[in-house]
């Protein structure tokens, strides 16, 4: 509702005018007649007690004669002090006068503003708002990337060692599949917490502090594997510090990288240096073991890495507060409800779903194709070290040499097509029992697959609002690494009871499954603002 007040100078001007040209001031009054009224030939338009206009005409014979100017009162005649009467009769009647006296009666009414009241008040400055973030400089663009691929590095550097010490781990702790599997569960159980906690981290503290924080919690994560090889049960505890701080940089990663221009050919670069730490760390974690090192001295080149990585981030990300944006992108929505909006998205949950298949199948693969290889293809400690090497390797040159091709025929047209070499490879790997057949297999099954991650996070950031990708990659990267927790426990749990042939077939649903769920995706239009 709102209310219209005239000033009191205005009031009388008008008053004025309404007795002049009502014969009350003066003796020079006008007066029209119904039968002047006939005859006319100008129109004008006269405002009535509502508000409501008229046209009405002037005599042919009082042409010099103008109507009143214009006014408006409500419709129900309140106003901020309660009810107005209104005489209907006397605002019906028309009204006129000299043209010299409606131009002086007209300026006052352009020139002198108007107090306008409204009811309910605005609430709008009570929802707070994002602060849009700068734009970064060059130097400081190609700083923040530089130290992402670290980070990840160091990630690909962890988790890839993981599959070459698993058969030392076994032999140390003297355990089974089922129980050594309980690696992953705590590692999954560190992508939950991730998956809760990343996106309020980054919101409260800001997105730089949150990625320090992370890499501090990966540190005393691996300073707690490297101490000691006795307490299987503290080792899983490890497992799930640095679970829950991988998944937080991984979800931050793939947030900012989402923001660049090219976001494809950036994030399969960011996961193909991951796939790099991947295919590294099994042969260095080989060559120690096999040498008689106690496995756990591994996780100290771990910390050694996480020291520079703290210290690029430091100078990368310490100021930075919110993801950077270009000029033109809003930041808006109301942080309160980022996390429930988020958790309400289809497009999210579809993609977060298909990162949980192909992580598992990615890191099943990877985790036990080397106790795949030394007990059903009799192969050596260092020819199967070299086949999961060869398979993540695979990984990483895919990611940065296929970007191109899958953009010159499409995002999800590549995927399908990817999808259907892979199941292919991967059922000649499981049917032909030759080791040399199963590690080009194995390799190029890592090239096939290699792109799906970045692809999916490229559709996410255009189905995705830019105000919901930190929570939503955080909640994507930590449901998609769930996968490599989950899926490896199952194929541990089977190959317990009917032994470690398991792995291909298990491979083989995961990528089916992986195509379907793709296929359920929203299609991408245009992005979410």
Not at 150 to 177: C, H, M, Q, R
Not at 398 to 406: E, T
Request: aromatic share 10%.
């Amino acid at each position: 509702m709102s209310v219209d007040i005239l000033p009191p100078s205005l009031q009388a001007t008008l008053t004025e005018q309404s007795a002049v040209t009502h014969g009350f001031a003066g003796n020079d009054t006008t007066e029209i007649s119904p039968s002047e009224l006939a005859t006319t030939v100008d129109v004008s338009e006269v405002v009535g007690a509502t508000g409501a206009t008229s046209t009405q005409q002037i005599s042919e014979g009082d042409a010099h004669l103008a109507v009143r100017p214009q006014f408006g009162r409500l419709d129900s005649g309140d106003t901020m002090l309660g009810a107005v009467p209104v005489d209907k009769h006397a605002a019906e009647e028309l009204v006129v006068v000299t043209p010299e006296q409606a131009s002086v009666a007209e300026d006052p009414l352009r020139s002198i503003p108007r107090l306008n009241y409204s009811y309910p008040p605005n609430q709008a400055a009570d929802i707070p708002v994002e602060p849009i973030a700068l734009v970064e400089s060059k130097g400081l663009h190609r700083l923040r990337i530089a130290s992402a691929f670290l980070t990840l590095f160091l990630a690909g550097w962890n988790g890839g060692s993981t599959g070459a010490l698993l058969p030392y781990i076994e032999a140390n702790y003297k355990i089974n599949y089922a129980r050594v599997s309980l690696l992953f569960v705590s590692t999954f159980l560190g992508y939950i917490v991730a998956a809760a906690c990343a996106g309020t981290l980054s919101r409260r503290v800001g997105f730089g502090h949150a990625m320090l924080i992370s890499i501090i919690i990966e540190l005393a994560g691996n300073i707690i594997n490297s101490s000691q090889q006795v307490n299987f049960g503290l080792m899983c505890f490890g497992f799930f510090v640095v679970g829950t701080a991988f998944a937080t940089q991984f979800g931050l990663c793939n947030a900012y990288f989402a923001t660049l221009n090219k976001p494809l050919m950036w994030t399969s670069i960011l996961h193909g240096i991951y796939g790099l730490g991947s295919f590294a760390s099994p042969q260095v974690a080989t060559a120690m073991v096999s040498r008689g090192v106690p496995y756990h001295f591994f996780y100290t080149t771990n910390i050694a890495l996480n020291i520079p990585v703290f210290a690029l981030a430091w100078f990368a990300y310490r100021n930075l507060h919110a993801l950077p944006q270009q000029p033109n992108e809003r930041a808006d929505g109301y942080s309160g409800s980022v996390l429930r909006a988020t958790l309400t998205s289809r497009a999210v949950w579809t993609l977060a779903t298909f990162l949980m298949l192909y992580v598992g199948a990615e890191e099943s693969l990877g985790g036990w194709i080397v106790s795949y290889v030394l007990e059903v293809r009799k192969g050596s400690p260092e020819g199967a070290s070299w086949v999961a090497s060869s398979f993540y390797l695979g990984v990483a040159l895919g990611r940065i040499f296929l970007p191109p091709l899958s953009m010159l025929i499409g995002e999800r047209r590549a995927v399908i097509i990817y999808l259907v070499f892979a199941i292919g490879l991967e059922c000649i790997a499981w049917f032909v029992p030759v080791l040399a057949s199963t590690a080009v297999c194995t390799a190029l099954v890592g090239v096939a697959i290699s792109t799906f991650y970045a692809a999916a996070i490229t559709t996410g950031g255009k189905l995705v609002p830019r105000s919901m990708h930190a929570d939503a990659f955080a909640l994507m990267s930590s449901v998609g690494q769930s996968g490599s927790a989950f899926w490896p426990l199952i194929i541990g749990i089977m190959s317990t009871k009917k032994g470690i042939w398991v792995v291909e077939p298990t491979v083989v649903a995961l990528l089916g499954a992986q195509g379907i769920c793709w296929l359920l995706v929203p299609k991408v239009g245009r992005r979410v603002e």
